[in-house]
C-alpha cells in the first residue's frame, strides 16, 4: 500500500514520539521501489517492481497517469519538473525519460553496465546523475542529448546512492555497498547556446 499523510507532533514526553496521520493517500499496487514529489503541484511518481510507473494525486487520492516501462522493475524514479518530465531506470539497464504532460517517450539510454540503483537531479544546471550496480556513477547532460559527460569509478562494490551537495552543487556524495562513503568533486560546467 501506498501511503500519503500529513505527520504531526502530538506530545513531547520520554516516550518515543508519536505521529498521527492527518491525511492518507492508500492504493493497492506492484511492490515500490522508490517515490518521488513533485515541487510544485500535489503529485508523487512511484517507480514499481512490475515495470510501472504512477501519477497519483495526493489530494483526491486519484491515479492520474501510468506507464509501462518495462517488463523488469523500475528500481529509481524523479521529476525533472523544470522541464515537465521524469526520468527512471530499470533493471535493463536504461535510463528513460518522459514527458508527464504528454506522455511522449523524450529518450531511452543505454546507461550502465548492471542495475540502476538511484538517479539525482542537479538544482541548476542540466545534469543527472546515476548509480549503479557496475560500481560506477554517470553524469547525463540533457541539453547535449542525454550524453554522459563524465563516469566516476572507485567504488568496490555496488553504488546504492549519489546526491548533489545544495550548499556546493560541484561537490556529491556516493554510498556504496563496499561500507564507503565518497565525497567527490566534479567541475560542472553550464554552457548555454545563444
Known amino acids: 500500500e501506498v501511503y500519503w499523510g500529513v505527520f504531526v507532533r502530538i506530545k513531547k514526553q520520554s516516550m518515543p514520539l508519536r505521529l498521527e496521520i492527518?491525511?492518507?493517500?492508500?492504493?493497492r499496487s506492484d511492490r515500490v521501489k522508490c517515490v518521488d514529489l513533485h515541487p510544485t503541484e500535489p503529485w508523487v511518481?512511484?517507480?514499481?517492481?512490475?515495470?510501472n510507473v504512477f501519477v497519483w494525486d495526493t489530494e483526491t487520492?486519484?491515479?492520474?497517469?501510468?506507464?509501462?516501462?518495462?517488463?523488469?522493475?523500475?528500481?529509481?524514479?524523479?521529476?525533472?519538473a523544470r522541464?515537465?518530465?521524469?526520468?527512471?531506470?530499470?533493471?535493463?539497464?536504461?535510463?528513460?525519460?518522459?514527458?508527464?504532460?504528454?506522455m511522449e517517450k523524450i529518450k531511452d539510454v543505454e546507461a550502465h553496465a548492471d542495475y540502476i540503483r538511484f538517479v539525482e537531479i542537479h538544482p541548476a544546471m542540466p545534469y543527472?546523475?546515476?548509480?549503479?550496480?557496475?560500481m560506477s556513477m554517470k553524469l547525463w547532460n540533457w541539453e547535449q542529448n542525454w550524453d554522459c559527460t563524465a563516469?566516476?569509478?572507485?567504488?568496490?562494490?555496488?553504488v546504492?546512492?549519489?546526491?548533489?551537495?545544495?550548499?556546493?552543487?560541484?561537490?556529491?556524495?556516493?554510498?556504496?555497498?563496499?561500507?564507503?562513503?565518497k565525497v567527490r568533486q566534479c567541475q560542472l560546467q553550464f554552457y548555454r547556446n545563444f
Open 61 to 80: 487520492s486519484s491515479l492520474i497517469k501510468s506507464w509501462e516501462i518495462c517488463e523488469l522493475p523500475v528500481r529509481t524514479c524523479k521529476f525533472i
Open 128 to 134: 543527472v546523475l546515476s548509480s549503479s550496480d557496475d
Open 151 to 158: 563516469t566516476f569509478e572507485g567504488h568496490a562494490h555496488y
Open 22 to 27: 492527518k491525511k492518507k493517500l492508500s492504493a
Open 83 to 102: 522541464r515537465s518530465q521524469f526520468i527512471c531506470a530499470s533493471d535493463d539497464m536504461r535510463l528513460r525519460i518522459y514527458n508527464y504532460n504528454t
Open 45 to 51: 511518481l512511484s517507480a514499481l517492481y512490475s515495470g
Open 160 to 181: 546504492m546512492m549519489c546526491k548533489f551537495n545544495p550548499k556546493d552543487t560541484n561537490t556529491f556524495a556516493s554510498a556504496s555497498l563496499d561500507r564507503t562513503i
